[in-house]
């Protein structure tokens, strides 16, 4: 659980960074943990608990930092960029608890809403909306 607290630390520095490359690479690195860690929760074959990542990465700020930069990079210029954040939203969205939202008040569910209404690329759209798939109906 350190481990992952410190990996994602070190990969949220590269969520700022000019070149397309890194950008991608981070925020698909940050999507893929988020993925093996709801894997972990696994209940029955039809049932997907929602994951606490409070209990991975050990910290809330951490949280809310990873949660703030994810929701900053679905406004990225880059379609694949805008796709990999979805995915590790999605995953967060599914384990938010309404009650710990910060003064903002938006929801991440909110959020992906209203990036699935308004993003231009179709891909990003098609992403989300196979991750709900999946994630709700299975």
Partial sequence: ARFVAHLLKHLLKGFQAKNRDVRFRCVSAVSEIMTGLGEIELVSSFQLCSVYIYSFIQSQDLYKDLRTSLIDRLTDKEPLVRAHSVAALSKLALSEDPD?????????LRHLLNNLLNDPAAYVCLTLCSIWLINFLL
């Avoid at 710990?100 to 991440?108: C, I, N, S």
């Fill in 100 to 108: 710990d939202l910060d003064e903002d008040g938006e929801p991440t």
